[in-house]
């Protein structure tokens, strides 16, 4: 899967693991395997990816802080309703929701972002 790259490197690195998870979870799905510890695995990495963000946003006073962390809490709010659902389910989430969601969000509010963070010299600690 490919992703916008944005001018942030720490965002882009955050972006880029989380494609590694969401591929390997794709991967077990269409393999019809036992998704549950990936599924987690992949919920835990989203909360973090956003966290992450979050953090930075109100650091930093990102103008757009409310409706990009609305974006976020949607999304979470989803994914843990996912949990107890079946392979063909989580396919077609994925698939049909979760990735274009995830490359709009990426290409729209988050290149906004990254922009804002790298013209003030934005710093992760």
Avoid at 34 to 53: R, S
Avoid at 75 to 97: G, H, M, P, Q, V
Wanted: proline share 2%; glycine share 2%; net charge negative.
């Amino acid at each position: 899967m490919n992703i916008k790259i944005l001018n942030f490197e720490p965002m882009n690195n955050v972006h880029l693991n989380e494609i590694k998870l969401l591929e390997k979870l794709i991967n077990e799905l269409n393999e019809n395997k036992n998704v549950t510890d990936t599924l987690e695995e992949f919920i835990k990495d989203v909360e973090e990816h956003f966290a992450f963000e979050e953090s930075l946003m109100k650091k930093y006073n990102f103008f757009a802080y409310i409706p990009h962390k609305m974006e976020h809490d949607k999304i979470l709010n989803e994914l843990y309703t996912l949990r107890d659902k079946n392979n063909e389910y989580l396919k077609k989430y994925f698939n049909e929701r979760f990735i274009p969601w995830l490359n709009n969000h990426i290409e729209t509010i988050d290149t906004v972002t990254a922009g804002y963070f790298n013209m003030i010299g934005a710093e992760v600690k």
